[in-house]
């Protein structure tokens, strides 16, 4: 079983990139960010006729995060017990479109089900804005939402776009980050997201592709895809005993490149 990731900053707009990426790969699950629409808006028929069942949660043309599967999806939950609200200097507050799960592995796999998380973790927008706080209280409610019944028999993979670059390696210059006092590399957030694997769960890629320049993301300016000035930001963590079931894991690069890619490339995982 092959499940992948994929933050594609606007589904709408790559629908046909997505649909032959799954093609190409042959992937089971797809868990997809900023799918930016609502659900009347979102493309059904395309994942229905490659033989997905899709689950989405969306409000607007922000955010946005959907799960497509051909081996089961179980027991949806749109959001999770404690995501926190968010308002502009909380007016209006609600909890956005930000967190979807579902059990997969049902049917037409060998592999024993698991709780698949599809997450777009909020972005923080600068050290001091209201945003960051925000994106702290989601990072800790989720931990403690995940970690309230994780144990050994626990089989749950929470995927998608972290927003964090939890190791200095994870971007092309860290003096540029400090310097710039930049968010994604700051000692709060990187605990918020170290406090997930310090509780036990395991980032499946890293050890197979550990070092610098194993990025997942680069902005569209300053020619930061030629020149390899990216972040490692999406990721997949999961239970001790579903890592233990990976037998290989990658980072597709060459999605970035091409006509109208998203900013962000899929990161894949394959059991068994």
């Known amino acids: 079983m092959k499940f992948a990731t994929w933050n594609v900053n606007s589904l709408r707009a790559r629908a046909d990139r997505v649909e032959d990426w799954l093609d190409a790969t042959d992937a089971d699950v797809l868990t997809i960010q900023e799918t930016k629409c609502r659900d009347e808006n979102f493309p059904w028929g395309a994942f229905e006729m490659a033989g997905y069942q899709v689950a989405h949660f969306g409000y607007s043309q922000w955010n946005g995060v959907a799960i497509a ?4 999806l179980d027991d949806v939950q749109r959001g999770f017990n404690g995501q926190p609200a968010f308002g502009k200097n909380g007016v209006d507050a609600q909890v956005e479109a930000r967190a979807i799960s579902a059990v997969v592995g049902t049917k037409n796999t060998d592999v024993e089900p698991f709780r698949l998380y599809s997450l777009y973790v909020p972005n923080g927008r600068s050290l001091e ?6 994106k702290l209280d989601f990072l800790d409610q989720l931990h403690s939402h995940i970690t309230s019944d994780l144990d050994a028999n626990t089989r749950v993979a929470l995927t998608g776009d972290w927003n964090v670059a939890p190791y200095d390696e994870d971007v092309w210059d860290m003096d540029f980050f ?7 590399v700051s000692e709060p957030e990187r605990r918020a997201f170290r406090q997930f694997e310090e509780s036990g769960l395991v980032d499946v890629v890293r050890p197979r592709h550990p070092g610098p320049e194993t990025y997942t993301y680069w ?3 300053r020619l930061s895809f030629p020149k390899n000035t990216g972040m490692r930001i999406d990721f997949i963590l999961a239970s001790q005993n579903l890592a233990a079931e990976v037998t290989d894991a990658w980072i597709d690069r060459e999605e970035r490149k091409g006509t109208g890619p998203s900013d962000h490339v899929p990161v894949v995982a394959q059991l068994g």
Not at 129 to 134: L, N, R, S, T
Not at 178 to 184: K, P, W
Request: cysteine-free.
């Open 129 to 134: 804005d209201e945003h960051m706080g925000y």
């Open 178 to 184: 400090l310097e710039n006092g930049m968010t994604h």
């Open 219 to 221: 902005d569209y300016q």
């Open 69 to 72: 599967s051909r081996v089961g």
